[in-house]
């Protein structure tokens, strides 16, 4: 991209529509009933677009992910022609699952049990005894069952729904905002997943709003500004939204407590661009600025190069944003915190949770990128690691959230709960929910097909 004009580096982000609210009490049940998770699975789950894979992680024909969602096991299989084609996991004979590592390559999938082989691209061309069937031989008749696939920032989204509306059009206001950072291009850095006691909107409503920061992530106050006065909270109308916190300066909220304003983790912010801290003490709000300053003069020599292609905003700042149904992230100029729930296949009162992190990797920069699980080399090997929630850390931020989402969960089954009592400020959590009830009542999305999968 070209430089853009000064109009490009505006102070702010424009904001996006707010659609009307309802008033949802979120009762208890919401997270503790079976009835409710299966009409969520039914009518919410299998209609929405969910992101799942790396593009970079399966570069050549053969090559595969296979990520659980729910009771479903989903294949992504790079093709021959470099598209890349996902499938249920099951084989059509007997219903046998076909891989069981999350990663690998094959020319194949062949069944564990009987043996029937199903291409790439899912056709079916191998069967003992093809001859022994009623019905005809099931080879070039049948295969797996195809599920609408489509790329966007480097990952791959699938969609259950034969009938759903595109990638693009689902995602929104997102799809624009994220095309600078050029997220395509960034390395996972951090891959932990746990097993969380909890229903997996605990964890999506966490992350649905920033009110429980100064209780929760006390250490935050010297880099983002926590006081909602001085946050934009964004909803769109396609269920996602997003929160711009002004960072690069300490907290306003910090002036009412008598601390000192410029903490150890702004000096250390402003020496890594080479500015002095003792250049801002007495003007520590001035910090955001002059940190904007530096890195539009800094990031392209340092193999930023997508820097020109950012608003000044976007160099400093926090851009949280939730896609439906159960993303989360936190973007800034130099990292991508993902962070996703899953539902347990059988239990509400359990999920999946996976803290992750991207970040560029430019051309002959060395230093450790800073995770949400501390610091790792530009060139370590990232073991995906899995565990149960409480028998290793998934770093400080993330164990703060973590620790109060189980007391929580108990909380939702007691009787004495009554609903929400919300602050302006946690509006998105309510949007979330309603936006979940939309889909249970057949009011989402509006059905248009946009590519054909096999459903035989």
Not at 59 to 74: H, K, N, R, S, T
Not at 347 to 354: L, T
Request: aromatic residues 12%; contains cysteine; proline residues 7%.
């Amino acid at each position: 991209m070209t430089k853009h004009s000064k109009d490009w580096y505006a102070a702010t982000p424009a904001p996006w529509p707010q659609p009307v609210l309802k008033g949802h009490t979120i009762p208890g049940y919401r997270y503790t009933s079976k009835a409710f998770a299966d009409e969520e699975w039914q009518k919410m789950w299998t209609k929405s677009w969910l992101l799942l894979g790396r593009e970079d992680e399966i570069p050549e024909p053969g090559d595969y992910q296979m990520e659980e969602v729910g009771p479903e096991g989903i294949i992504m299989a790079r093709q021959a022609d470099g598209s890349i084609k996902a499938f249920y996991n099951v084989c059509q004979h007997r219903g046998a699952r076909l891989v069981f590592n999350e990663i690998g390559s094959t020319d194949a999938f062949v069944c564990p049990y009987h043996g029937w082989r199903f291409e790439l691209d899912g056709l079916l061309t191998k069967a003992l005894d093809s001859e022994d069937f009623p019905e005809g031989d099931p080879c070039g008749k049948l295969r797996l069952i195809e599920i609408a696939c489509d790329t966007f920032a480097g990952f791959i989204w699938v969609n259950l729904d034969p009938d759903c509306v595109s990638l693009k059009e689902y995602l929104g206001p997102v799809w624009d905002d994220w095309q600078p950072y050029r997220v395509q291009e960034w390395k996972r850095y951090l891959a932990l997943t746990a097993n969380v006691p909890v229903n997996w909107k605990v964890i999506l409503d966490n992350f649905n709003e920033s009110y429980h920061l100064p209780a929760v992530h006390p250490q935050s106050d010297a880099l983002v500004e926590e006081n909602y006065r001085w946050t934009q909270f964004d909803m769109s109308e396609e269920g996602h939204n997003r929160m711009w916190m002004q960072s690069g300066s300490p907290s306003h909220r910090l002036l009412a407590t008598g601390e000192p304003l410029m903490k150890p983790a702004l000096e250390a912010t402003l020496k890594a661009w080479e500015l002095n801290p003792d250049d801002f003490r007495g003007r520590e709000f001035d910090t955001r600025e002059a940190l904007q300053q530096a890195k539009r003069t800094l990031g392209p020599a340092r193999g930023y190069t997508y820097f020109d292609d950012l608003h000044d905003h976007q160099l400093t700042d926090t851009y949280h944003y939730f896609v439906f149904p159960n993303f989360a992230v936190s973007v800034w100029a130099e990292g991508f915190h993902f962070l996703r729930a899953r539902p347990h296949p059988t239990d509400p009162e359990q999920c999946v949770f996976d803290n992750w992190w991207y970040a560029p990797a430019p051309e002959g920069v060395t230093t450790p990128v800073n995770t949400a699980a501390g610091p790792v080399a530009r060139d370590a090997e990232v073991e995906h690691v899995v565990f149960n929630f409480g028998e290793q850390s998934l770093g400080e931020p993330i164990d703060q959230d973590m620790a109060v989402t189980p007391g929580q969960q108990l909380g939702f089954r007691s009787r004495a709960y009554k609903g929400v009592y919300l602050a302006k400020q946690e509006h998105r959590i309510r949007r979330f929910h309603e936006v979940i009830d939309e889909y249970i009542e057949g009011k989402r999305p509006a059905p248009k097909r946009v590519q054909a999968v096999a459903a035989e």
